[in-house]
């Protein structure tokens, strides 16, 4: 499967509206995931088992019957529990990378990305060929926070750049929940920070199904509401 291009009317609306100069993007897959509602997972590359706990419990086989695709950067840790979980739950998912897009997938998550080319959608900022810098990372971070209207952090410790998705998520004026963890932990201080900064706390899949006002495997109108922002 090739590389293509995403022309400027062809990028989500909801990412439009967060990177108004974002006129190109590169993609391999099934672009017509743009069209779900995206939900994006971050946290730490220091997952924990309990980050693994919460991610197969938030990421239930109910949601591969809903119009969501869930949204993560195939970095280590989180980011490939969470594109793991949905390729074996059939929930639709999506990548999004720094750089190109085979610039910066780690040795560890190869098979994930060949997955993912299969049955998700890969994205990237860059063309093949870019070298990859060091603050592509951060732009993707907003590609991340923008393409959604709620963004989740899992684990992130105090100086994670998940917190830099979270804080990009908050300035695009979208909803944002983190799931709290052990005090002593430094994954969860990031977290818990956030939740005390007013970030919505989510601790069960029943919460995100309230969230999303999932009802009877449909996304109701609650879901559009927070589409389109408050």
Same mark, same amino acid.
């Given at each position: 499967?090739?590389?293509?291009?995403?022309?400027?009317?062809?990028?989500?609306?909801?990412?439009?509206?967060?990177?108004?100069?974002?006129?190109?993007?590169?993609?391999?897959?099934?672009?017509?995931?743009?069209?779900?509602?995206?939900?994006?997972?971050?946290?730490?590359?220091?997952?924990?088992?309990?980050?693994?706990?919460?991610?197969?419990?938030?990421?239930?086989?109910?949601?591969?019957?809903?119009?969501?695709?869930?949204?993560?950067?195939?970095?280590?840790?989180?980011?490939?529990?969470?594109?793991?979980?949905?390729?074996?739950?059939?929930?639709?998912?999506?990548?999004?990378?720094?750089?190109?897009?085979?610039?910066?997938?780690?040795?560890?998550?190869?098979?994930?990305?060949?997955?993912?080319?299969?049955?998700?959608? %890969?994205? /990237?900022?860059?063309?093949? @060929?870019?070298?990859?810098?060091?603050? =592509?990372?951060?732009?993707? !971070? $907003?590609? +991340?926070?923008?393409?959604?209207?709620?963004?989740?952090? %899992?684990? /992130?410790?105090?100086?994670? @750049?998940?917190?830099?998705?979270?804080? =990009?998520?908050?300035?695009? !004026? $979208?909803? +944002?929940?983190?799931?709290?963890?052990?005090?002593?932990?430094?994954?969860?201080?990031?977290?818990?920070?956030?939740?005390?900064?007013?970030?919505?706390?989510?601790?069960?899949?029943?919460? +995100?199904?309230?969230?999303?006002?999932?009802?009877?495997?449909?996304?109701?109108?609650?879901?559009?509401?927070?589409?389109?922002?408050?």
């Amino acid at each position: 499967m090739h590389m293509q291009t995403l022309c400027a009317k062809e990028i989500p609306p909801l990412l439009k509206e967060a990177v108004p100069n974002l006129n190109t993007l590169y993609f391999v897959g099934n672009k017509d995931l743009l069209k779900t509602v995206c939900i994006t997972f971050v946290g730490t590359r220091d997952i924990t088992k309990y980050g693994e706990f919460v991610i197969k419990e938030l990421l239930n086989k109910e949601l591969a019957n809903c119009n969501i695709a869930i949204v993560s950067g195939l970095a280590r840790g989180v980011d490939a529990y969470v594109h793991k979980t949905c390729l074996e739950m059939g929930i639709k998912t999506i990548a999004i990378v720094p750089g190109s897009i085979t610039s910066a997938i780690p040795k560890s998550n190869r098979e994930i990305f060949q997955e993912i080319k299969k049955e998700g959608l %890969i994205l /990237a900022e860059y063309p093949e @060929g870019t070298t990859l810098r060091k603050e =592509m990372f951060v732009l993707r !971070n $907003r590609l +991340l926070a923008g393409i959604s209207p709620l963004t989740i952090v %899992i684990q /992130a410790g105090e100086k994670s @750049g998940s917190l830099i998705t979270a804080n =990009m998520a908050i300035n695009y !004026n $979208r909803e +944002l929940c983190v799931v709290p963890g052990d005090i002593n932990r430094e994954v969860s201080k990031g977290c818990n920070f956030l939740a005390k900064q007013g970030a919505g706390i989510i601790t069960s899949f029943v919460d +995100l199904k309230n969230l999303l006002g999932i009802i009877n495997d449909q996304l109701t109108i609650k879901c559009e509401h927070l589409v389109q922002g408050k």
